[in-house]
């Protein structure tokens, strides 16, 4: 398995142990552009980390949306090569919109000190 820089960043709000689906958009590092479904997994309020199947640059932006149709832009702040062709980038939210403190629609515990 081999892996690419990670950003040392630590989240705002504890992460949740919860795999979601949502949709993805974006261009990938040779500007394709895709949508795509997928999943999201270590959830936190400001963020989570995506599984993807396109090679991403860190510091691109791309939207989410989420089932009930919320969409919200995200830059990626960090990425794993997890082989196979499939990649884990952690992805935090730009908009700091009460609508999207919500786009998880569940409350997270407070921040770690």
Not at 38 to 66: C, F, I, M, P, Y
Not at 97 to 113: M, N, Q, T, Y
Request: charged share 20%; net charge positive; aromatic share 6%.
């Amino acid at each position: 398995m081999s892996t690419a820089p990670i950003v040392n960043r630590k989240c705002r709000t504890r992460r949740i142990p919860l795999t979601v689906s949502l949709e993805v958009s974006g261009h990938d590092v040779e500007r394709s552009s895709f949508t795509l479904t997928t999943t999201a997994t270590g959830l936190n309020r400001n963020g989570a980390a995506l599984h993807l199947n396109r090679d991403l640059s860190l510091g691109s932006v791309v939207t989410v949306r989420n089932s009930g149709g919320t969409g919200t832009s995200a830059r990626v702040v960090a990425q794993v090569v997890t082989g196979d062709g499939v990649y884990m980038y952690g992805v935090e939210f730009l908009d700091e919109a009460e609508s999207v403190k919500d786009f998880w629609g569940i409350a997270f515990p407070l921040s770690r000190k």
